[in-house]
């Protein structure tokens, strides 16, 4: 198996799943999360999401989350925005490492309900929004494609499509002088699968051989381990994940975009391949447990359940 | 990605999910879980365990879920045992289409764990078994290795361990006249990673190349599926699962042996990557949400809450 030997994991617990969650969870709890993931050396860890309180009431006070987390050196904090009012809020707080990022979802409807935005108008904003990164000196970094793999409600997403996005935010990014670090390709509401992967990833990478893929995947439907799997033998090396799976509850009847892939699941399954994290997976298991107590309802993570077994070995050679 | 055409997947859900529930589940429930099953379309169900009452209570009802069901044509319904009196009860129900397997465990302390047996005493089980299924005019069909991947008591399995096991199982076999059909290696506590997978299959396969495997895997930290892939990806093309993922159930605190990958997912992976499978998907997603109706607790299954992509891509088209 040709796999890389590190990879880089973004933990966006704290933001997929305090937007997702039902149930009032106190800015307390948010503000514990955060802290104890800032235990466990990510490189990156997404906060909180400025979006509009009338849409997101469960995110009303990213403000308070944002001032009430304790910053730890080595760990870069992000959030999350649709809008330049968002950025604006978020710029405001002066509490966050911010880059900037311009992107677009692949399917129109689903444009529409997660932004309120035509798929043509997301390139509007996106000039908007390379205007006020270079007013705020934040660096433009990242172009992003959502519901890059399919939608509910408009189907399969034609990968030759999503390329074209991806190129014109690219050529939007390098006229602006950006140096653009990361193309990101959502799996929004869980419809990739090993396949389909590897043929929009190897289209990606045949079209920006330089560039770097960071891979935003959902567990919808179970598929998530083996997508990464196929997704970094072709040498991917770029996640994003949450802790316990927050941000999608199995068991809420829900439908639709749900249930990142479980971070330390994920970091599990590389220490099992031999590949490097530098995630602290002793205490990331805790934080999952206490993120099921958060929440106050079981998550899907199975190694806070099954055990690390590095534990295991370290027990039977004791034995 | 080379991959088979088709798979044949066998329903281990009954037997294993009301081995491993602790709550009291009816006779009656069980029987209707297996009626269920069988509007699916599996070539096997596997119906229920002839164990020990006084070390699997759960089982005492085993003799009336077999006389219970409704037998459907096309469907093999078959049982574990652990021991000749175990079979001679199965035997007796005269409702199961039995073939015969000998088989031993790869870890010394789980051996003694699952059956009261050393590794050498399964072997002198296995001759005991021999004899008996000649006398019942039971087929020798399956030849098995569990712990195949690992052990919680004793660590990581020699694979090259797992292989001499398998030889002497197969010379006994041989010199019984038997015909072998499958080598099923079981990764019983969730060990296996894509690449201990591909490890021991090639080495199987190398050893017996003309020799059916079947993999029989448990989800305990959650690479079920991608490891499912790795198998299918040399070949292999015969599964065991549990609908909804009926025989571990991570909320409950335990550790060890636990969770068997989830056949509604392992189905609709198939499906997304053209492989045909047989299996009512439709159906099963229904059986699966009335398994967790029966057990009374939320059980693994993704598919059966993030629903199959088919029925989204069909909505999509008529919208």
Chains 1, 2 share one sequence.
Request: net charge negative; aromatic share 6%.
């Amino acid at each position: 198996m040709n796999l890389p030997k590190k990879i880089t994991i973004h933990e966006v617990g704290p933001r997929e799943g305090m937007q997702f969650e039902k149930g009032p969870i106190s800015t307390e709890a948010k503000i514990q999360l955060v802290d104890m993931l800032s235990e466990c050396n990510f490189p990156e860890i997404e906060v909180t999401s400025f979006v509009s309180p009338k849409w997101v009431p469960q995110m009303a006070d990213a403000e308070q989350v944002a001032t009430g987390f304790t910053r730890k050196v080595g760990t870069q904090y992000t959030c999350i925005y649709l809008n330049t009012q968002g950025a604006a809020r978020a710029i405001a707080t002066g509490r966050f490492d911010l880059e900037g990022w311009i992107g677009t979802a692949a399917s129109q409807i689903f444009s529409k309900k997660n932004s309120n935005r035509t798929i043509e108008e997301n390139f509007v904003e996106a000039e908007r929004r390379i205007v006020m990164f270079k007013e705020h000196n934040i660096p433009l970094r990242t172009v992003n494609v959502i519901a890059a793999f399919g939608c509910n409600f408009e189907g399969a997403v034609d990968p030759d499509k999503v390329v074209l996005y991806v190129d014109r935010l690219m050529n939007m990014a390098n006229e602006s002088g950006a140096s653009i670090e990361y193309i990101q390709l959502a799996d929004t509401m869980g419809w990739a699968n090993p396949r389909s992967i590897r043929d929009l990833v190897g289209k990606v990478q045949k079209r920006w051989p330089s560039q770097r893929i960071n891979l935003h995947l959902h567990d919808t439907r179970g598929l998530g381990l083996a997508n990464v799997l196929a997704a970094m033998e072709m040498g991917v090396d770029d996640f994003d994940s949450a802790v316990a799976g927050l941000g999608g509850c199995p068991y809420g009847g829900f439908k639709g975009a749900a249930g990142n892939i479980v971070t330390e699941d994920l970091v599990h399954m590389c220490e099992e391949l031999g590949i490097e994290t530098g995630v602290d997976l002793d205490r990331l298991t805790e934080v999952a447990r206490e993120a099921e107590r958060i929440v106050g309802h079981p998550l899907p993570g199975k190694v806070m359940n099954g055990g690390r077994l590095e534990g295991y070995r370290a027990r039977a050679q004791a034995a």
